[in-house]
């Protein structure tokens, strides 16, 4: 293939082409590609393109659509098999919409997810089955994502009763008690019911919960954003602690950056349905390249009064635009301090900034804009 020019952009979004797709097989052969081993660093779920849009529609009985809300519209991006991979950005931007895509609670509208080089959005039956227990979730809501009606070890078995190959009838008490102890409460309260927990206690039924079929992936829909800071410290560390112990890899979805950077090893940053950045821990913290991550690190609060004096704070202006109707070219160029008329007319590729190139520096990493360029907003003054 011949090499692009220097001027053009070069897209590193991954493509379909770098995924070891797994050709048509039948159910049982299906099965077997979704429970065989990954070797750790290697990829272990592949999202290409994915697409979701949420119909807008008039009428009661004749129903028309005149619209959608384009709550993700094209991302991409791998997690590694042992790894972290946390997605930031504000309130709808789309990142509980990736994890339930990711989760098949929705229907992708277009796009492929690949697990172990199975297009999951293509599986159904046993295959559809084997990746559901080998990809759990942790809810944001320890109040509301547990049965008020179930004892705890009710809760922590039914995914038994689904998957009763993973622990037998006789066996499942044990197992759950196993489960209470390994996340740091008392087996006996195995009869109690979730309204005798507080909220950290009651994420932690949810982390056994994600736990009790043994999974490969979790992935974590702001699972400490309801929790009091201290006991936000408590269930964080107790997640590193069980990937360690349970070679877990996570999909960590949150707000606070302070959280998502304690505990990931690569970080996307999402704006309006779409990826603007995306790189390991460092990169995007000390040398981030997009406008739009600028200003998320520069609005977080600095404890050190005379670093604080010193630091630029980054105000945009403007609301957010609606997913319904987003804006041409660069979604972020509406509240983008360097937009220029490029981003109006082009829509920015996810990939290394030309300046960069060839450069070994952290800034080299994925990021969508036309004028990309390091700033570090953190260590500022």
Known sequence: MAEPRKDEAV?????????????????????????????????????????????????????????????????????????????????????????????????????????????????????LKAVRRNIQMVFQDPYTSLNPRMTVGDIIGEPYEIHPEVAPRGDRRKKVQELLEVVGLNP?????????????????????RGLALNPEIIICDEPVSALDVSVQAQVVNLMERLQDEFNLSYVFIAHDLSIVRHISDRVGVMYLGKMAEIGSDTQIYDHPTHPYTQALLSAVPVPDPEAREGRERIILTGDVPSPANPPSGCRFRTRCWKAEDKCATEVPLLAVPERFRGVDTPAAHESACHFAEEKDVVHAG
């Open 188 to 208: 006996e309260y195995i009869h109690r019911y979730p309204h005798q927990f507080s909220g950290g206690q009651r994420q932690r039924i949810g982390i056994a």
């Open 11 to 127: 897209d590193a979004t991954p493509n379909t082409t770098a995924v070891e797709t797994v050709g048509p097989v039948d159910e049982g052969a299906a099965v077997a590609a979704i429970e065989a081993p990954v070797d750790r660093g290697e990829p272990i779920l592949q999202v290409r393109n994915l697409v979701k849009h949420f119909p807008l529609t008039l009428g009661i009985l004749f129903k028309r659509q005149v619209g959608a809300v384009k709550a993700v519209d094209g991302i991409s991006f791998d997690l590694y098999q042992g790894e972290t991979l946390g997605i930031v950005g504000e309130s709808g931007c789309g990142k509980s919409t990736v994890a339930k895509l990711l989760m098949m609670l929705e229907t992708a509208t277009s796009g492929e997810i690949f697990y172990k080089g199975q297009d999951i959005t293509k599986l159904s039956g046993r295959a």
